[in-house]
């Protein structure tokens, strides 16, 4: 079997190692020194590439590898830290990141997933900027309470542009959904369902395309909303959910705090959960996991809410 290939990404430079004991050599994040990447490492037929998610400036190297036929992986930091910990592996350099990277490929062998195409990546990228602005509005109407007159009116002057901003970008979202039938027809599922919205209808789209594809449990872990254990002996801890995507975690947690209200199936769910003395939040999350099945479910079988309910 051939090693892993590790790159530990930087907004300036790309370290990689073929295979934990390999050299670690480095390249320019640019376009003429991923191809030398690429073109040196492939002679080498490794088994797979293994990139830190760095908070985009490893998309254009995911691209070239994937655009070349080349088994690539991206794998969250934190985990490789806390994989490195385990070895006892305290220091930081990027060499060692490297080293790491290959050899969490190895042991932990991490799942692919199919890349997201040019007009996936372009709408995610709309999305994450729908996100940025609407925290941006929450955060200006925070301060109004507080302001004074003029500051005030200077903040409804901001978050009236920016809330046409946002518009904007809703339109130009719905439009490029409209054009592809399959993603239109989900949408149309998915907002069939009493407390999904044009909103959260969007961001499962973009940000979850495995949605219908995957087992419920498969779905719940990778959005995370499955409660981890935390057992000990004759501890039985408090159950946690943790990590996953934060985007349609959150969506799903707007929509459940509505479907506690709206939604018949949410509701009976809440009202159980309730009297049986679980706190709000926990029965919120119950609920947006209990949502995230159901939908699942629809958008695998092509079936709106009436339907799967009946």
Not at 253 to 271: C, D, E, T, W
Not at 273 to 280: E, Q
């Amino acid at each position: 079997m051939h090693p892993c290939v590790g790159v530990d990404v930087s907004k300036h430079h790309l370290d990689w190692t073929f295979g934990e004991d390999g050299p670690v050599e480095r390249v320019l994040n640019t376009p003429a020194g991923i191809r030398r990447l690429v073109e040196r490492a492939r002679r080498d037929e490794p088994s797979l590439f293994v990139v830190e998610s760095t908070g985009g400036y490893e998309r254009k190297l995911i691209v070239a590898l994937h655009e070349a036929g080349l088994p690539v992986v991206l794998v969250n930091p934190w985990r490789v830290r806390r994989f490195g910990e385990g070895l006892g592996r305290l220091a930081k350099t990027d060499p060692i990141d490297a080293r790491l990277l290959a050899l969490y490929g190895e042991r932990a062998q991490p799942p692919r997933r199919p890349l997201p195409g040019a007009r996936a990546r372009g709408m995610a990228d709309l999305i994450a900027r729908r996100r940025q602005l609407v925290m941006f509005v929450v955060a200006e109407k925070s301060r109004l309470e507080n302001a004074s007159a003029w500051v005030q009116r200077d903040i409804a002057s901001l978050v009236a542009v920016v809330e046409r901003r946002i518009a904007k970008l809703d339109t130009r979202i719905d439009a490029a959904i409209a054009e592809d039938p399959e993603q239109h027809e989900t949408r149309e599922i998915l907002e069939s369902t009493p407390c999904v919205g044009a909103g959260v209808a969007r961001a499962l789209i973009v940000d979850l395309p495995e949605l219908g594809s995957l087992s419920r449990r498969e779905i719940a872990s990778l959005v995370g909303l499955a409660p981890y254990s935390r057992d000990s002996g004759r501890k039985s801890g408090i159950r946690r959910i943790r990590g996953g995507r934060p985007g349609p975690r959150t969506a799903l947690y707007l929509a459940a705090m509505n479907g506690a209200r709206f939604n018949p199936v949410l509701k009976a769910l809440y009202l159980r959960l309730r009297a049986s003395g679980k706190p709000a939040k926990l029965a919120f999350v119950a609920l947006a996991r209990k949502l995230l099945t159901l939908l699942n479910a629809m958008v695998r079988d092509r079936s709106p809410w009436r339907e799967i309910t009946a």
